[in-house]
Nanobody, 124 residues
Framework: VQLQASGGGLVQAGGSLRLSCAAS????????MGWFRQAPGKEREFVAA????????YYADAAKGRFTISTDNAKNTVYLQMNNLKPEDTAVYYC??????????????????WGAGTLVTVSS
């Protein structure tokens, strides 16, 4: 499985960005795709996840109401629309694939494949 994340950049507080993650290497009709982030000096943390088959979504509290995760199943691509960005959202954002649709969607250790990450910087 290969994951290619893109869409990061520099944005002012209150602005928006849309991250994309193009996936390949297996049939993405099941499993879960997640977004995680890691800020300097901090541990990697869960942001959002979505089921490929059902579209069920999962959000961290910090993402609820501001971020939206979605998929384009025809393109095997997952998006993370981020609105009203805050300086504390600054981090490297990673997409990750969890082929097993069951189990914990919030724990990074549950995910088998990871993209290289894309940097999001939010200035105040």
């Amino acid at each position: 499985v290969q994951l290619q994340a893109s869409g990061g950049g520099l944005v002012q507080a209150g602005g928006s960005l849309r991250l994309s993650c193009a996936a390949s290497g297996r049939t993405f009709s099941s499993g879960v795709m997640g977004w995680f982030r890691q800020a300097p000096g901090k541990e990697r943390e869960f942001v959002a996840a979505i089921s490929w088959s059902s579209g069920t979504v999962y959000y961290a509290d910090a993402a609820k109401g501001r971020f939206t995760i979605s998929t384009d199943n025809a393109k095997n691509t997952v998006y993370l629309q981020m609105n009203n960005l805050k300086p504390e959202d600054t981090a490297v954002y990673y997409c990750a694939d969890k082929p097993n649709p069951f189990g914990n969607k919030y724990n990074a250790r549950s995910y088998s494949y990871w993209g290289a990450g894309t940097l999001v910087t939010v200035s105040s």
